[in-house]
Nanobody, 117 residues
Framework: QVQLVESGGGSVQAGGSLRLSCAASGSTFSISVMGWYRQAPGKQRELVANIRSIRSGGTTYYVDSVKRRFTISRDNAKNTVYLQMTGLKPEDTAVYYC????????WGRGTQVTVSS
């Protein structure tokens, strides 16, 4: 069973930066579309960004609210996907998760990101 382990969250002030990491087990990582999701208190989980496989061009998608602030990347040799977050805003506060896009794997525990004003 594929396991997803997110890390890198923390508490920062508005305008700060964080880099999230997600380590995934499993031999199919390199061919999977991987995504970062977030869930804020009282809200549904939403897709923040995804990245296609290198074989498919490695193209990326971002939800409008994070464009030009967040960057998703992947390292297939390490089975890891990253989310570099800059210019953080209080509304980015949420638990962040990774999964395939669309999500078909068991969710990990996520990593908490808290942005204070």
């Amino acid at each position: 069973q594929v396991q997803l382990v997110e890390s890198g969250g923390g508490s920062v002030q508005a305008g700060g930066s964080l880099r999230l990491s997600c380590a995934a087990s499993g031999s199919t990582f390199s061919i999977s579309v991987m995504g970062w999701y977030r869930q804020a208190p009282g809200k549904q989980r939403e897709l923040v960004a995804n990245i296609r496989s290198i074989r498919s061009g490695g193209t990326t998608y971002y939800v409008d609210s994070v464009k030009r602030r967040f960057t998703i990347s992947r390292d297939n040799a390490k089975n890891t996907v990253y989310l570099q977050m800059t210019g953080l805003k209080p509304e980015d506060t949420a638990v962040y998760y990774c999964n395939t896009a669309p999500p078909i794997l068991h969710w990990g525990r996520g990593t908490q990101v808290t942005v204070s004003s």
